[in-house]
């Protein structure tokens, strides 16, 4: 992944509301975002290659914690790159039947937009969106 210059943010949209909302964006789109702390140690549990994601876009806040509405932090600007996630998923061996990501098995592929999906293995967890300001 290219290094953040300064003014730039990655942001962590999770494929589940994506889909659930049909929302899309695209490289080039101006965007104005209220975002929330994001799950880092997700993240870092998924990617093969460690990535610094402070921030997500939740669809769903109104249904966060006190806690986690109190992290807010509004954001304005044009989207530069975004990268889709992807991971297998496999039997965690300590919990019958129950599946999780592959520890450090997440691919990451550009892209030109969230409806733009590349061929992958497994299944796309989310997105990692970089925005300008």
């Given at each position: ?23 899309d964006v695209a490289v ?106």
């Amino acid at each position: 992944m290219p290094a953040l210059n300064d003014g730039e943010l990655d942001v962590w949209l999770t494929e589940w509301q994506i889909e659930e909302d049909g929302y899309d964006v695209a490289v080039g789109d101006e965007i104005t975002w209220s975002l929330y702390a994001a799950d880092q140690p997700w993240i870092d549990h998924i990617l093969e290659a460690p990535r610094t994601v402070p921030l997500q876009l939740d669809f769903y806040a109104e249904e966060l914690s006190e806690v986690e509405r109190a992290t807010r932090e509004d954001v304005r600007g044009t989207i530069i790159r975004i990268d889709q996630v992807s991971v297998r998923f496999v039997t965690d061996p300590d919990k019958r039947g129950f599946s999780m990501p592959e520890t450090r098995g997440g691919q990451q592929h550009s892209v030109s937009s969230l409806s733009d999906r590349r061929p992958h293995h497994g299944s796309i967890d989310g997105r990692v969106v970089r925005v300008r300001s």
